[in-house]
């Protein structure tokens, strides 16, 4: 069965200083498909990036950049310049196909991130 | 872009209660999932559903049912409170398309519910 694991449980950084955040992922498939969503204080998830695993090329999206390691079935997220407006928990997760087109995903079990001023 | 409204924000309810969580979705996508979020325990998929009027089981059904009346819509009934429950009902929806679209996933802000 697909997993997802995240091993850190809480991380505090200083603002203004970058952070990488740890995911390590067990899968079977060939081609598969890995994301960053946050959760911010008030419950909301939002999608933050996502690397496919056929592309060599690291994601980036803004401030977030992912650190794609295949042989070890790594994705770190790494975030740069850190804002308070960080603080959040980050959710690691892959997507299984369930059939043709159609998948869910697996998540890991998250990291906190505090943001000190 | 577009929004996913789940209703209500909140749900109290009393054990052995019947409780419904409705989900709209504007976004025009074919997949809607409904996950539940536990402290200590992640997301975990309770029912998902590939197009309107298709309901397909995840790794938590038992204790719950749905209903994909509508493309637009997607609902999840708590066929029977527990006492002291508390958890987090994230809906979701995805694109069926091919070209990558439809591997992410956007959710909704979420239903809290506690049983008395």
């Known amino acids: 069965a697909q997993k997802v694991t995240q091993t850190q449980t809480s991380i505090s950084v200083m603002e203004k200083t970058t952070v990488t955040m740890d995911c390590v992922y067990e899968?079977?498939?060939?081609?598969?498909?890995l994301f960053w969503y946050k959760q911010t204080a008030s419950g909301e998830i939002v999608f933050l990036i996502r690397?496919?695993?056929?592309?060599?090329e690291n994601a980036t999206e803004g401030h977030y950049s992912l650190n794609f390691q295949k042989p070890k079935s790594s994705i770190g997220l790494i975030i740069t310049a850190t804002q308070i407006e960080d603080s959040a928990v980050y959710f690691c997760?892959?997507?299984?196909?369930?059939?043709?087109?159609?998948?869910?995903?697996?998540f890991g079990l998250g990291t906190t991130l505090q943001v000190q001023p | 872009g577009g929004i996913i409204t789940q209703t209500p924000k909140f749900l109290i309810g009393q054990e052995g209660q019947k409780l419904t969580l409705k989900c709209q979705q504007n976004?025009?996508?074919?997949?809607m999932y409904w996950y539940r979020q536990d402290s200590g325990k992640g997301l975990r998929l309770i029912y998902y559903s590939i197009t309107e009027n298709d309901l397909q089981k995840g790794d938590l059904s038992e204790g719950y049912d749905a209903s994909r009346e509508k493309k637009s819509s997607f609902s999840l009934t708590v066929t029977s409170a527990q006492k002291n429950e508390m958890a987090v009902f994230l809906c979701?929806?995805?694109?069926?398309?091919?070209?990558?679209?439809?591997?992410?996933?956007?959710f909704g802000a979420g239903t809290r519910l506690s049983v008395l």
């Open positions: 976004f025009n996508h074919d997949t």
């Open positions: 899968t079977r498939d060939s081609s598969y498909f």
């Open positions: 979701a929806s995805t694109s069926s398309g091919t070209g990558g679209g439809q591997n992410t996933l956007y």
């Open positions: 997760a892959m997507r299984e196909v369930i059939t043709g087109n159609t998948g869910k995903l697996i």
């Open positions: 690397q496919d695993s056929y592309k060599k």
